[in-house]
């Protein structure tokens, strides 16, 4: 079944029927507690991001390919959680999340940066810029779980 582009399939995993449409994935039949947009230029790396969190009950999920990408997502609907590489070919993640924080209705989006700078000087410049939280690649999938449930707590609790 198809409805303003999207596919609906038996098992919870909502589709976009377009190819160019941006993927967006619901899990728990459809209760959604948290909108995450992933954002890696990376397929394997945002469809492994993903897989991390899979389990996790109320999760949605969509997906950008750049920074670029991000950010017209972020212009077309609100998110709970912004999952973000550093490093991607058209705009970065530090300017990503420079963005988000200038965005009065984005500025309290929690931001956790997954990258493979393990740098002190990278690591700062992401955290004052006004990411959330700072991971490097590789990183273990309780490690991910933890970190996202962490920060949804801490959101929900404070609304």
């Known amino acids: 079944m198809s409805w303003l582009g999207i596919k609906y399939t038996t098992d ?6 377009c190819p160019m449409c941006y993927k967006k994935e619901y899990f728990s039949g459809g209760f959604v507690v948290a909108d995450i947009l ?4 990376s397929k394997v ?3 492994m991001l993903i897989a991390c969190l899979r389990g996790q009950e109320g999760l949605s999920f969509t997906q950008a390919s750049s920074g670029l ?3 017209e997502q972020l212009s077309m609907q609100p998110f709970d ?3 973000l590489d550093m490093n991607m070919p058209d ?19 929690p931001i956790i940066i997954v990258t493979t700078r393990g740098d002190e000087v990278s690591k700062e410049r992401a955290m004052s810029a006004g990411a ?10 309780d490690q991910i779980q933890s970190a996202v449930g962490e920060i949804l707590k801490t959101k929900k609790a404070g609304n």
């Open 12 to 17: 919870n995993i909502y589709r976009p029927s």
């Open 38 to 41: 992933v954002v890696d230029d």
């Open 45 to 47: 790396m945002r469809e």
């Open 69 to 71: 990408d991000a950010i």
């Open 81 to 83: 959680l912004l999952l």
């Open 91 to 109: 705009i970065g993640g530090v300017e990503v999340v420079e963005f988000v924080r200038s965005q009065d209705k984005l500025k309290n989006v």
């Open 132 to 141: 959330t939280r700072y991971m490097t690649k590789p990183f273990s999938p």
